[in-house]
T-cell receptor
Framework: QKEVEQDPGPLSVPEGAIVSLNCTYS??????FMWYRQYSRKGPELLMY????GNKEDGRFTAQVDKSSKYISLFIRDSQPSDSATYLC???????????FGPGTRLSVLP | SAVISQKPSRDICQRGTSLTIQCQVD?????MFWYRQQPGQSLTLIAT?????????ESGFVIDKFPISRPNLTFSTLTVSNMSPEDSSIYLC?????????????FGPGTRLTVL
């Protein structure tokens, strides 16, 4: 079993839809969680950062962590074609530890 | 957040040659990282480079193949040595920029390497 898993997609949704992107993990010690967005031929761009459990909202993006289920989610409201990208989750167990990345989910938002 | 640039942005190289990739940051950072992202795959950490010390390599990566320099707090290089087609990948540098104690990483735009 991989340490961090994501559905690779591609996930295609119509413009304006609510998108749910998910990662599951096996290491119960993980407590730092990040979401990155990576456009084609570009480096990953940090979207959201969450420590421990709970929700965090930033504009159209909401990050959710459920440590009891070892499951994190990124919700995108009112999705736009410009949201079309690969979304990577990353996590670590303690401050300063190298992050483990998920394989990424490719999202396509259709106009 | 730190602004990171990489050179070259892409290159096509012959088997058996070496390529040095440069990473420049607009602010002083302690920790810099080098990742590889093979086609359709996620990021794999190659090594961590701290200024003034030897790079720390992850399992499966060795210094002879991927020598790294870190001469100061704003610059690092990664060399891909004796290249083979299996080294074709995107190479990314990242830095830990932690103004609020959030332990987050920021990435450069990447270097797309094709080995023939």
């Amino acid at each position: 079993q991989k340490e961090v898993e994501q559905d690779p997609g591609p996930l295609s949704v119509p413009e304006g839809a609510i998108v749910s992107l998910n990662c599951t993990y096996s290491n119960s010690a993980f407590q730092y969680f990040m979401w990155y967005r990576q456009y084609s031929r570009k480096g990953p761009e940090l979207l959201m950062y969450t420590y421990s459990s709970g929700n965090k909202e930033d504009g159209r993006f909401t990050a959710q962590v459920d440590k009891s289920s070892k499951y994190i989610s990124l919700f995108i409201r009112d999705s736009q074609p410009s949201d079309s990208a690969t979304y990577l989750c990353a996590m670590s167990a303690w401050y300063g530890q190298n992050f483990v990345f998920g394989p990424g989910t490719r999202l396509s938002v259709l106009p | 957040s730190a602004v990171i640039s990489q050179k070259p942005s892409r290159d096509i190289c012959q088997r058996g040659t070496s390529l040095t990739i440069q990473c420049q940051v607009d602010s002083q950072v302690t920790m810099m990282f080098w990742y590889r992202q093979q086609p359709g795959q996620s990021l794999t950490l190659i090594a961590t480079a701290n200024q003034g010390s030897e790079a720390t390599y992850e399992s499966g990566f060795v210094i002879d193949k991927f020598p790294i320099s870190r001469p100061n707090l704003t610059f690092s290089t990664l060399t891909v040595s004796n290249m083979s087609p299996e080294d074709s990948s995107i190479y990314l540098c990242s830095v830990e920029d932690d103004p609020l104690g959030t332990d987050t990483q920021y990435f450069g735009p990447g270097t797309r390497l094709t080995v023939l």
